[in-house]
């Protein structure tokens, strides 16, 4: 018998509601992630994938339909801190260095503030994030890799069992890129952690997650699925293997088929 899914949508739905108008961000989705997954949701800009990941993590409810994180609807999990979020753009404080954003989550929440403790978990993190030589730097002498790394241990810090990931790599360069990929698999891979990662990169798909679930066009419901089972590691030489590609162009047919992409 299957365990019980960690993340469930049942055909749910979501619309933002203006004064004069209604938006229709997702429509009847349904979908379900298991404990330990890394699961990818792909579709393009604008076809609601901010919009779920804002809704596993209670910070929207649905219009119509049920979502359940661990069983129960996630916005009574918001004061456990359970999920953490890592954004296209890491929300770092330009006026405080490394080790100090670090420690940013945990005095916004001051309940969780053990003084040295946190410290010594700070110090953790620097590791796992492999920041140890710029525990002292600021924001403006990092890279763009660097800086997203700052945005990664900040997540970590309160050990989330789900994490969430909303284009972790939009705003690298594509060398960056291709690297950090693989840093990010790393950081997150092996610690038991639920990952949901959005976003509209077939590469940083296929080469990160265990599933991919393709989106119809707006407003978003599900199309269809691919699992990936590589027979080799997860290292940056899988970009040059022939089942890299193979998976590469399942993908582009799934989603020109949700899309009905023609020329444009
Ligand atoms: P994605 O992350 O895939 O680009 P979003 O989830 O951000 O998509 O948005 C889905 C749709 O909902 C878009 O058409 C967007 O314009 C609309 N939308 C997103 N946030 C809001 C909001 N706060 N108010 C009104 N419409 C919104
Ligand atoms: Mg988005």
């Not at 469930?8 to 509601?17: I, K, M, P, R, S």
């Not at 038991?192 to 077939?202: A, F, L």
């Not at 293997?241 to 399942?250: A, D």
Request: include cysteine; aromatic fraction near 10%; proline fraction near 5%.
């Amino acid at each position: 018998m299957q365990k019980d899914p960690t993340i469930a949508f049942n055909q749910v739905t979501h619309t933002y509601e203006g004064k004069y108008s209604k938006k229709f961000a997702i429509s009847n989705l349904d979908f379900k992630i298991f404990s330990g997954e890394f699961v990818t949701i792909i579709g393009p800009s604008g076809c609601g994938k901010t919009t779920i990941l804002n809704l596993i993590a209670g910070l929207l409810s649905p219009t119509n339909g049920d979502i359940y994180v661990d069983n129960v609807p996630p916005n009574n999990l918001l004061s456990k801190k359970s999920i953490g979020m890592v954004f296209q753009s890491p929300a770092i404080l330009p006026w405080l260095n490394v080790f100090q954003n670090l420690l940013l989550p945990l005095q916004i929440n001051p309940s969780n503030d053990n003084g040295s403790d946190n410290e010594s978990l700070a110090g953790d993190i620097l590791s796992i994030i492999q920041m140890e030589d710029y525990a002292d730097f600021y924001p403006h002498q990092l890279s763009g890799g660097m800086k997203q790394r700052v945005g990664v241990g900040m997540s970590l810090i309160f050990d989330p069992k789900i994490l969430l990931l909303d284009e972790p790599l939009g705003s690298l360069d594509e060398i960056t890129r291709s690297y950090m990929r693989f840093d990010l698999i790393n950081m997150l891979r092996n610690r038991n952690k639920t990952i949901v990662m959005v976003t509209h990169s077939i590469e940083d798909a296929v080469l990160m997650s265990d599933r991919i679930i393709i989106l119809s066009k707006s407003p978003g419901t599900f199309s269809t699925e691919i699992k990936l089972d590589f027979s080799s590691k997860r290292t940056h030489d899988l970009e040059y293997q022939s089942e890299f590609l193979s998976y590469v162009n399942q993908v582009k047919k799934s989603l020109s088929i949700a899309y009905d992409f023609k020329f444009r």
